[in-house]
């Protein structure tokens, strides 16, 4: 799948934060379908779309 990244979020919130899940949660809210995955080189989560080739 090819994905175009909207944000990043450092591994290491504190306990109870989830600033991945919300910024998801918000775009979602907005239409769009995002998703969290992990990207464990840079330790650190990532908000993507899928991206269609769209520039």
Not at 6 to 15: I, K, N, T, V, Y
């Amino acid at each position: 799948m090819d994905a175009k990244v909207l944000e990043r979020f450092p591994a290491g919130s504190p306990r109870g934060s989830w600033p991945a899940e919300e910024y998801a949660a918000a775009r979602r809210a907005e239409g769009e379908p995002a998703t969290v995955v992990m990207d464990l080189k840079s330790d650190a989560f990532l908000v993507v779309v899928p991206d269609h080739g769209e520039k």
